[in-house]
């Protein structure tokens, strides 16, 4: 893989995406911006929320198949891995999330997070 090229200085703002991707249920969204080469979403989970139910449909895969790399603006959340390792993320936390997990909110709040991972293709509907 040839090295990213950076060739501008940007600036996108999340209140302007440039796209939105709504979660099953109504239960939240991701905001996206592309920057360069890069995506980056802020997501937004409501109480309640749980991968297996909210995105499964969407991404079509017994757990969630995708790197997170990012940070907690507000609210918890819980990541479980398939191999049975759990941990609580919350406001203030710096994250890497390997693939091969569920995750699901905790307590009464919203669940507000940056992701800089390998989001492309995140809560995509997948068309056959």
Request: aromatic letters at 8%.
């Amino acid at each position: 893989m040839a090295p990213m090229v950076h060739t501008e200085l940007t600036a996108k703002r999340f209140d302007s995406p440039d796209e939105v991707r709504e979660f099953v249920g109504g239960m939240g969204r991701a905001e996206i911006v592309h920057i360069g080469e890069r995506t980056v979403s802020r997501s937004t989970f409501k109480p309640g929320w749980v991968w297996s139910e909210h995105i499964k449909p969407l991404a079509e895969t017994e757990r969630c198949e995708v790197f997170h790399l990012g940070y907690m603006v507000h609210g918890r959340m819980r990541v479980m891995m398939h191999a049975g390792e759990s941990v609580e993320f919350s406001a203030g936390d710096a994250f890497e999330i390997p693939p091969d997990h569920d995750a699901e909110v905790i307590g009464s709040e919203d669940c507000v997070l940056i992701d800089f991972g390998d989001i492309a293709d995140y809560a995509v509907a997948h068309h056959h």
